[in-house]
């Protein structure tokens, strides 16, 4: 018996034809794997929606009070006064519109994807700021807080990367997955 789980005379499974985890060309897999995978997409779909929430509460923010957002985008000191006003304008709504698509699960390759460069682009912002040895505060959430810039800042904002990585992994997982499903 090989690792198909086919002995030397059994023919081998049609061109085509599902195998599955545990070998077996029926299609049938390991209910172990297929409660793992459930879970895993249960746990996905939590981290999605979390994120969706930060995204959403971030855009709000940062919406409702425009001026203090423009402030604290010219307190990183990573663009001038023409592309901090861009900016400033171009990120609520691009975080609204990422949010809305992730509770929406639409696009949630694209939008994990997005999700993923707006989260990496506020890392190197706040890595940025660590480097420099500016104490500004974070911005996040539109109004400036008393929460200045630091390491626990960037390590959370790491850790929101690394869920929106995780998202994407597994969206286009399931992506590559439906359409092997729809070849068949």
Not at 37 to 46: D, E, N, S
Not at 62 to 87: M, N
């Amino acid at each position: 018996m090989d690792s198909t789980g086919r002995t030397l005379g059994d023919p081998p499974p049609a061109r085509g034809s599902p195998v599955s985890a545990s070998g077996d060309a029926a299609g049938r897999s390991h209910p172990m794997l297929r409660c793992l995978y459930h879970l895993a997409r249960g746990l996905i779909v939590v981290v999605r929606l979390f994120l969706a929430a930060v995204f959403i509460l971030s855009a709000l923010g940062k919406i409702q009070y425009p001026y203090d957002f423009l402030w604290s985008v010219y307190d990183y000191e990573l663009v001038g006064r023409t592309a901090g006003v861009f900016v400033a304008w171009c990120i609520p709504w691009l975080e609204l519109v990422v949010g809305v698509m992730l509770v929406g699960g639409v696009m949630q390759c694209g939008a994990s994807l997005l999700a993923l460069i707006l989260l990496a682009s506020f890392t190197f912002a706040k890595l940025s700021v660590l480097a420099r040895g500016l104490r500004i505060p974070c911005g996040c959430f539109g109004r400036p807080s008393a929460e200045m810039v630091d390491a626990r800042e960037v390590v959370i904002t790491g850790l929101l990367l690394a869920g929106a990585a995780t998202v994407l992994l597994f969206a286009v997982f399931a992506s590559r997955r439906r359409s092997a499903l729809l070849e068949r």
